[in-house]
């Protein structure tokens, strides 16, 4: 029996991404799934450049606005909703379109997760604290005694993979990197039309800078206001997320508002490029630039992938 067939749009933050997954899912009749670690969490809208609900209304999107900011999610739960939902849009017969920038959540769906030891919050408390004082520099020093391998590929300034990485070895004495290593990543549940969609760097920059900059005029800081109003911690991981994070400093007075939109700016951009660097590591992916003819093309790559799921069937 064939697999579920599934088609991913992936790329860098400010590409088109969603859009993109909107116009398939508009021609082909299909539903969208977010992977996107911070759209899961109600409250937090602007800043994650959420679908409208007219949108949502006009295509179901799922794994949005599950969660409240302060829950906790992961790229386990991530994969055990997806597959939830994929598995019913199957038996409908529903094309499905995965549209998100967290590459972890991707290649978790797709290709399954190791399985490691439980989070330990009192650890994480103290790394995070340690990422904030000394930075995140200091914590992959501290990976790198460890575990250099996995090191080598976690970039110094992405303070949560370096934290579960330190806080898995803390826990068992083996190596983050043993552990994937052991399991492969060789788990092949569905067939999958994986699709990039970026642009030229100094195009994609300077979408990101004036995304922002809208994103501020459309009330960004008074919708973290109102989320430090109702009472949840400004060390939350979901307001630690790019863009919310520098917001609350500006908020509880640790910086100006130009500081804050300068680093959302550039922290938006680096982000962009780590992206850039997780997916083009993936052989599978199709990379196109975003413009009209890509997406003749790419509405041609679909309806071919689609039409072997027919075939299949017949048969």
Known sequence: MEHPR?????????????????????????EIISADSVQVYQGLD???????????????????????????????????QADEIISGLHKRQTPVIIAGGTGLYLKALTRGLFRGPASNSKLRTILNKQAETEGSEYLHCQLKNIDPQAASRIHPRDTLRLIRAIEVYSQGNQPISSLQRNHGFQENPYEVLKIGFTLEKNELYRRIEVRTEEMVKKGWVEEVRTLLHKGYDP?????????????????LGEVNFLEAISLIKRDTRRYAK??????????????????????????????????????????
């Open 235 to 251: 060390r939350l991981k979901s307001l630690q997320s790019i863009g919310y994070k520098q917001i609350v400093s500006y908020l």
């Open 6 to 30: 599934i088609i991913a749009i992936v790329g860098p933050t400010g590409s088109g991404k969603s859009s993109l997954a909107l116009k398939l899912a508009k021609n082909f009749q299909g």
């Open 46 to 80: 602007i800043g994650t450049a959420k679908p409208s609900l007219e949108e949502r209304r006009l295509i179901p999107h799922h794994l949005i606005d599950i969660l409240e900011p302060d829950q906790d999610y992961s790229a386990a739960l991530f994969r055990k």
């Open 274 to 315: 780590r992206q850039l660097t997780w997916f083009k590591a993936d052989p599978e992916i199709i990379w196109l630039k975003a413009s009209p003819e890509s997406l003749h093309l790419i509405e041609k790559r679909v309806e071919e992938f689609l039409e072997k799921a027919l075939n299949a069937k017949r048969l």
